[in-house]
Nanobody, 127 residues
Framework: VQLQASGGGLVQAGGSLRLSCAASGRTFSRQTMGWFRHAPGKDREFVATIWRTGYSTYYSDSVKGRFTISRDNAKNTLYLQMNSLKPEDTAVYYC?????????????????????WGQGTLVTVSS
């Protein structure tokens, strides 16, 4: 499985961006997918996860209510709609996949629970 993230860019505070993550392979619909981000000087952190069925989503407290994770299994694509962006959202955003299909709820925020990672896309929010 290969993941290709795109959609990052420079936006003013309060603006919006939509990130996309295109996945190769025929097992996308069976994979729980997530977004993480890595800001300068900080550890990579969990942003959001969507269950393989698409019916369940989970968010970090810092983005809840502003970001929406979604997926289109017919297009093998994961999305992250980011609204009301803040300067502290500035980071490289990575998509990740649970290829083995073994994700459990208590592990969705752990990097080690994901087997494949995209190359990252930079989001910069100016104040």
């Amino acid at each position: 499985v290969q993941l290709q993230a795109s959609g990052g860019g420079l936006v003013q505070a309060g603006g919006s961006l939509r990130l996309s993550c295109a996945a190769s392979g025929r097992t996308f619909s069976r994979q729980t997918m997530g977004w993480f981000r890595h800001a300068p000087g900080k550890d990579r952190e969990f942003v959001a996860t969507i269950w393989r069925t698409g019916y369940s989503t989970y968010y970090s407290d810092s983005v809840k209510g502003r970001f929406t994770i979604s997926r289109d299994n017919a297009k093998n694509t994961l999305y992250l709609q980011m609204n009301s962006l803040k300067p502290e959202d500035t980071a490289v955003y990575y998509c990740a996949a649970d290829i083995r299909g073994s994700m459990i709820l208590s592990s969705i925020r752990r990097e080690g629970s994901y087997d494949a990672w995209g190359q990252g896309t930079l989001v910069t929010v100016s104040s």
